[in-house]
């Protein structure tokens, strides 16, 4: 079985910085893509940025140059470095990645962390 486990999240003020972390963990073989994708109340979940496996990176438009994704091969972790916090960036944040459990499957499977809560304010 496969977990993938955030931390990071937590209170920062408008202005600061803040890095989440993701471990993917449990029966893995190769990891095709992960990203992180966010839902603050009453809205819908966003993709947030993602990284695939050729290291190419997609951003929201509201974070670009704001945060960068990065990821440990090595580790199974993706991290995001999200600078310059606003308020309209609280939300829950979700882990998601498109991994392969064996050598032997042709397609990945998608899974999903539990989420991790950042919080925005003075």
């Known amino acids: 079985q496969v977990q993938l486990v955030e931390s990071g999240g937590g209170l920062v003020q408008p202005g600061g910085s803040l890095r989440l972390s993701c471990a993917a963990s449990?029966?893995?073989?190769?990891?095709?893509?992960m990203g992180w994708y966010r839902q603050a109340p009453g809205k819908q979940r966003e993709l947030v940025a993602l990284i695939m496996s050729s290291d190419t990176t997609n951003y929201a438009g509201s974070v670009k140059g704001r945060f960068t994704i990065s990821r440990d091969n090595a580790k199974n972790t993706v991290n995001l470095q999200m600078n310059s916090l606003k308020p309209e960036d609280t939300a829950v944040y979700y882990c998601n990645a498109y991994l392969r459990t064996h050598a032997s499957s042709q397609l990945p499977d998608n899974y999903w962390g539990q989420g991790t809560q950042v919080t925005v304010s003075s």
């Open positions: 449990g029966s893995i073989f190769s990891i095709d893509a």
